[in-house]
């Protein structure tokens, strides 16, 4: 950061705080509004110069810049009417003759905005040069006007400075403002001089202009509120007052209204004088909650400088709900004054929240109604994921589930080193049941026996469908001796249970062929991939289970020791 540009936004700062002492410590007069506006010129004058030098892209600097000769150029037309004040000959801002004299500043400004092909303000296209604006053929046109707006200010001055001999405070008033205004002037022309005219020469931008106007600032800012010329006029509260959205009220300690805004008048029928009664509220504002209201201004009466907080519903102009907030004032001694109500028009926050409400209302329902959806897909997921993985006849697994966990256990069990089973049994003359019973009795007898045979497994265990009338049962954890015991077991419950066919009016019975093959020791063989190794299994399992059949079904093969 440049020192110019710390310089720029010092003198801001500076500029500022002034304006904020100006506002909130002085009264404000017309003579202070009208240099308000000399000061708010300053002011944007060095923070513009300062926004320049702070951006990098030369569209922005460049933007700054013309926007910050804008505000130089309105100086012009504001020292002007200053000087009118100063002089008393405010009356010419009403006259048309004004507003052509008012025509060069605004041409100028447009002009300054505009830029037409650069004519004012354009961008060095010289890259070895250090500068980054290029000054255009009528940038001397502007700062002519600007300079004779302020040469005419200055004449002005002196004018009625020499005319007012006898009048020492109309001299004393015309001195103050010719110093500010020359000092404008004075720093003004060198800094024309230095960093326009000899700008190629130093190649260095000072403030000079900026340091002017602090100077010509502090020095009115002290002298405006010094000065008696005119009358000293307050700021019409009651214009402040009625164009505020709030209501406002005042009483005195014997609830007479001092004063009130165009707000509270349009509700009630009361004058500044009135007493404030609230039987004549009540019959104005019926539809109030008013025992409520009541029981809180009786605590008023106990405690007066307690603070108050009510709504009230109106209907003139129009239905509005309000929210009252009442508040004591006091002196300085803390001696009760008088009473403040202030009376804020809630009725688009209501409505807001009534709509609101209704979109909860609404989305808490949509919500329910989602709520219930997901219910319905998770439950409807569940009976297509059981689907999927159930062999729909005998609702125990089906063989492609089988296959898939199949894959995952024993590769669990191959890296834990775990024992398991594979059990493998087929319905002996299963075929002759179809053609004696035909195929629904048949698939009968395949669901009862794939019941039973579930009702005999641990919770571990998985019973599958293989194909057909051919079933798998894995069991894991179980030695090679339990294992088949388990499967002996399972044959003779099979043999035992009676089938009840509904079209003979009997009961039939089945039994079944058995393989078996338990893995319970891996230090016998070599296990690279348990993909291949599951085959191997089912294929010892089935072949155990033909070898069964083959010897005259019944039976129980188990080829855990064929496994090498």
């Known amino acids: 950061m440049g020192l110019s540009m710390i310089v720029d936004f010092s003198i801001f700062l500076v500029l500022l705080c002034t304006l904020i002492f100006l506002i909130f410590t002085k009264t404000i007069s017309i003579l202070n509004r009208v240099y308000l506006l000399l000061h708010l010129a300053f002011m944007f004058w060095a923070l513009l110069q300062f926004a320049a030098g702070t951006t ?31 002089i008393n000959r405010n009356s010419f801002l009403k006259r048309t003759s004004f507003k052509i004299v008012l025509l060069p500043n605004l041409a100028a400004n447009l002009f300054i905005l505009w830029n037409p092909n650069g004519l004012f303000l ?29 040469t005419a200010s200055i004449l002005l001055l002196m004018r009625h400075f020499f ?24 720093f003004g022309c060198a800094d024309l001089i230095v960093n326009i005219i000899f700008l190629q020469l130093l190649n260095t931008y000072f403030p000079i202009l900026s340091v002017g106007m602090l100077l010509s600032a502090l020095y009115m800012s002290i002298n405006v509120n010094r000065i008696n010329v005119l009358d000293m006029i307050s700021i019409a509260h009651r214009d402040v007052m009625n164009t505020l959205s709030v209501g406002i009220m005042v009483l005195d300690r014997d609830g007479h209204i001092v004063e009130m805004n165009r707000f509270v008048d349009e509700i009630f029928s009361f004058s500044i004088g009135d007493r404030f009664e609230l039987e004549k509220v009540k019959e104005q504002l019926p539809d109030n909650d008013w025992d409520s209201i009541n029981r809180k201004l009786e605590l008023r009466e106990q405690d007066p400088l307690m603070k108050l907080e009510f709504q009230w519903l109106t209907t003139k102009p129009q239905q ?59 439950e409807a997921n569940k009976k297509l994921e059981k689907i999927a993985i159930t062999d729909p006849l005998t609702e125990c697994y089906n063989r492609r589930y089988l296959m898939q966990f199949l894959e995952v256990e024993l590769a669990k069990n191959i890296e834990e080193s775990l024992p398991f089973t594979i059990i493998i049994f ?18 009968t007898v395949l669901v009862h026996t794939a019941r039973k045979v579930n009702s005999l497994l641990d919770s571990q ?57 338990t893995i319970d020791d891996y230090t016998q063989f070599k296990v690279n991939d348990p993909k291949v190794f599951l085959q191997e299994v089912m294929n010892l399992a089935d072949t155990a289970l033909y070898e069964a059949k083959y010897k005259g079904r019944n039976l129980i093969v188990n080829r855990s020791s064929a496994i090498s």
């Not at 890259?127 to 707006?149: E, Q």
């Not at 989305?363 to 998770?378: A, F, G």
């Not at 009997?506 to 093959?517: F, K, Y």
Request: proline share 1%; with cysteine; net charge negative.
């Open 56 to 86: 990098a892209l030369s569209e922005y600097r460049f933007l700054f810049i013309k926007l910050s000769y804008v505000a130089l150029s309105t100086l012009g037309i504001g020292s002007l009417i200053f000087s009118l004040y100063i």
């Open 122 to 150: 354009t961008l060095n296209s010289d890259p070895l040069s250090g500068k980054t604006f290029v000054y255009g053929d009528y940038f001397g046109a502007v700062i002519a006007i600007l300079m004779l707006y302020v």
């Open 163 to 186: 005319q007012s001999k006898q009048d020492s405070m109309a001299r004393y008033v015309c001195r103050f403002a010719l110093i500010g205004i020359g000092i404008i002037l004075l």
């Open 320 to 378: 509005r709900y309000l929210l009252v907030q009442s508040f004591p004032i006091l002196d300085k001694y803390t001696k009760l004054m008088g009473y403040m109500y202030t009376l804020q028009d809630l009725t688009e926050v209501n409505r807001l929240a009534d709509s609101l409400k209704r979109q909860n209302l609404l989305l808490q329902q949509r919500n329910r109604e989602l709520i219930k959806t997901q219910e319905e897909l998770y």
């Open 426 to 443: 087929d319905l002996d003359y299963f075929k002759l049941i179809n053609d004696a019973y035909g195929h629904l009795n048949g698939d």
């Open 461 to 517: 265990d998985r019973l599958a469908r293989y194909g057909g009338e051919e079933f798998i049962i894995y069991v894991p954890t179980l030695s090679a001796i339990e294992a088949h015991q388990k499967a002996e077991e399972i044959k003779n419950e099979i043999e035992n249970h009676r089938i009840w066919i509904e079209e003979v009016s009997d009961h039939i019975s089945v039994t079944i062929s058995v393989g078996i093959v």
